[in-house]
T-cell receptor
Framework: SQQGEEDPQALSIQEGENATMNCSYKTSINNLQWYRQNSGRGLVHLILIRSNEREKHSGRLRVTLDTSKKSSSLLITASRAADTASYFCATEGNNRLAFGKGNQVVVIP | DAGITQSPRHKVTETGTPVTLRCHQTENHRYMYWYRQDPGHGLRLIHYSYGVKDTDKGEVSDGYSVSRSKTEDFLLTLESATSSQTSVYFC?????????????FGPGTRLTVL
């Protein structure tokens, strides 16, 4: 089954800086999704990129997808303390999602 | 949390006891999922349902069973809890009406098996 794997695992940045995290997967995909999880909460869907797309924007989020390298990156620009969370990529197949292990991002005010 | 509730939110139980976790949705979504989340493992799918009485196994289904007798409720049962089942359990839903499909998650249940 497809499995996302994020890299790096933990990131600590100053407020206002950009945060970049990466995800790799093993098999072909239809789309790749990114989710955020605040401490003690459930996951929240952030953005989806289809396999025929290379880049997608949503507010301060920018996602890229390189299907030749089987990898994706999530960029959060001008980070805020409220962006402190874990971020997960997930690949979809047969109405099921396969999640990576997550990136912990801490934004220091 | 998109009309999804989980109960209980916290539970401490002893090894060998049965445990049932409940997921309730008000969105009338077709698909429901149970995941467990453990440090170093991310989220792993336990079981999922694609309709009333229609369920299938995920990647870590051993020791778990599920039931879905109504669209809105999806139950996860640990027949005889073990310490390795100490985890945070999340329920998720999706409407399955098209591809791609995004999932909406409940607040989670923290289960401790002593």
């Amino acid at each position: 089954s497809q499995q996302g794997e994020e890299d790096p695992q933990a990131l600590s940045i100053q407020e206002g800086e950009n945060a970049t995290m990466n995800c790799s997967y093993k098999t072909s995909i239809n789309n790749l999704q990114w989710y955020r999880q605040n401490s003690g909460r459930g996951l929240v869907h952030l953005i989806l990129i289809r396999s025929n797309e290379r880049e997608k924007h949503s507010g301060r989020l920018r996602v890229t997808l390189d299907t030749s390298k089987k990898s994706s990156s999530l960029l959060i620009t001008a980070s805020r303390a409220a962006d402190t969370a874990s971020y997960f990529c997930a690949t979809e197949g047969n109405n099921r999602l396969a999640f990576g292990k997550g990136n912990q991002v801490v934004v220091i005010p | 949390d998109a009309g999804i509730t989980q109960s209980p939110r916290h539970k401490v139980t002893e090894t060998g006891t049965p445990v049932t976790l409940r997921c309730h949705q008000t969105e009338n979504h077709r698909y429901m999922y149970w995941y467990r989340q453990d440090p170093g493992h991310g989220l792993r799918l336990i079981h999922y349902s694609y309709g009333v009485k229609d369920t299938d196994k995920g990647e870590v289904s051993d020791g778990y069973s599920v039931s879905r007798s109504k669209t809105e409720d999806f139950l996860l049962t640990l027949e005889s809890a073990t310490s390795s089942q100490t985890s945070v359990y999340f329920c998720a839903i999706s409407d399955g009406s098209g591809v791609p499909d995004t999932q909406y998650f409940g607040p989670g249940t923290r289960l401790t098996v002593l």
